[in-house]
């Protein structure tokens, strides 16, 4: 491994938290290129079990260095306090995390009108951290950066500036009383004495890595089909959730971001709200939700929770240009006495092998299913693909066939030693 690109294949929560810790063990740098605190990976070492929402996965690897970069937002307290919580479980953070100066900073105002706008008929369902909000204002050339806080004036002209507008924007749409502004500078430079440590050239630092041979795993947040430009829009997050975005939210030429492992679970889910093809009638999903503890690592809401949905993410192993799939919580699906996977759409009359382009389109979409028989038996100690029962070993083959991606990685429990190698190599203990 020189670099490589870790990608949801579907709408987030594919487990690529624990994807990403067992590629770790491999890797010199792990970087997040994109998202804020909307994230929720999960990982388990042994007994421990962590989620985490900003710091790279890698963290819990010793020895191994971490950076956040400038295509992230980064929320200060929630940072923060995701540090002090890994320091107190005995992982050193100081010297080992990077954070780009280039990162936008989420401001309250950001997190007050994400909750008030998600509301009603246009309800996206997100996750109220203030992401989406953050990412306009980056783009509206009006956001303030973690660099700024080296400049306590420059922070504080910025910082007022950008309040004072929310407060007319929120006044005028929602009644709300305004924010002070000389108190979101006060506690954000509050912070800044704790985080400023972490802060440098975050871009430069993964550039000089991959320049000398070092091993970069590039950690992406949420999954392809949330991405901005290529995901179900308006359902989708604020940022380039696949490969696409490596480039720009890590600084790196696009020749040396490496191959790309494409995680899917083995069934689908999706939280809030959006199309999805696939879902399951509530009674089997509330099933299968228990079963694979679907309930979201950073809100705790309930996934919607559906079978396997190949021509979505075939689609999104295509724009992704994935060379590696990863196929998680493949346990779960044990005690299944028939299992399914869509493989096309029947869609306005027609069936059709293609993802449609727009939400509304897909909203109309009827699955066309694949049957395959489902196994009995408890998988979770199983060491090597020869021992698979030979119905999991079938159904593992028909998705490598239908989204046309070879399954190099199964797992089939939460641990790093429930980890089956088809083609990568994986991190050690």
Not at 42 to 56: A, C, F, I
Not at 94 to 100: D, E, K
Not at 155 to 162: D, H, I, K, P, S
Not at 248 to 265: E, I, L, R
Request: proline share 6%; with cysteine.
């Amino acid at each position: 491994m020189s670099s490589r690109v870790v990608v949801g294949l579907q709408w987030g929560d594919e487990g690529k938290g624990k994807v990403i810790d067992v590629l770790a063990g491999e890797a010199d740098l792990v970087v997040r290129y994109q998202g804020g605190g909307n994230a929720g990976h999960t990982v388990q070492v042994g007994h421990e079990h962590y989620v985490l929402h900003l710091v790279p996965a890698g963290i819990l690897r010793p020895g191994t260095t971490c950076v956040i970069g400038g295509g992230c937002v980064v929320d200060p307290e929630l940072l923060l306090a995701e540090i002090a919580q890994l320091e107190s479980r005995g992982h050193r953070v100081q010297g080992r995390l990077v954070v780009s100066a280039r990162a936008h900073l989420v401001l309250p105002a950001h997190k007050r009108w994400d909750v008030l706008r998600d509301k009603g008929a246009n309800r996206i369902g997100t996750t109220g951290r203030g992401i989406g909000p953050c990412y306009a204002d980056k783009v509206a050339r009006t956001g303030v950066r973690v660099g700024d806080l080296r400049d306590p004036d420059l922070f504080g002209n910025l910082t007022r500036a950008n309040v004072a507008e929310k407060n007319t924007i929120l006044s005028a749409l929602y009644g709300e009383p305004p924010s002070d502004p000389e108190e979101v500078v006060k506690r954000y430079l509050y912070f800044a004495e704790r985080l400023l440590p972490h802060v440098g050239d975050a871009e430069a630092r993964v550039r000089e890595a991959l320049g000398s041979g070092k091993r970069v795993l590039f950690e992406g947040a949420q999954g392809l089909l949330l991405d901005v430009d290529a995901g179900t829009y308006p359902f989708v997050t604020g940022s380039s959730a696949g490969p696409g975005g490596v480039a720009t939210g890590a600084g790196v030429p696009p020749s040396q971001t490496g191959d790309v492992v494409g995680v899917v679970k083995a069934y689908a889910t999706r939280v809030g709200e959006g199309p999805f093809p696939t879902e399951l009638p509530p009674e089997e999903a509330a099933r299968l939700r228990e079963r694979g503890a679907e309930f979201g690592a950073t809100t705790g809401r309930p996934r919607r929770c559906g079978w396997f949905d190949a021509v979505a993410s075939r689609y999104a192993a295509a724009v992704s240009g994935a060379d590696h799939l990863a196929v998680t919580k493949l346990d779960i699906l044990g005690g299944e006495k028939k299992l399914r996977l869509a493989v096309a759409y029947k869609l306005d009359g027609r069936e059709t092998t293609e993802f449609p382009g727009d939400a509304v389109a897909l909203h109309r979409a009827e699955p066309v299913y694949r049957e395959l028989p489902g196994w009995t038996e408890d998988i979770t100690d199983v060491t090597s693909e020869a021992r698979l029962p030979e119905a999991c070993r079938r159904y593992l083959d028909a998705i490598e066939e239908e989204v046309g991606v070879p399954a190099s990685l199964v797992s089939v429990g939460p641990e790093r030693r429930q980890s089956l190698a088809r083609g990568v190599e994986v991190g050690r203990e």
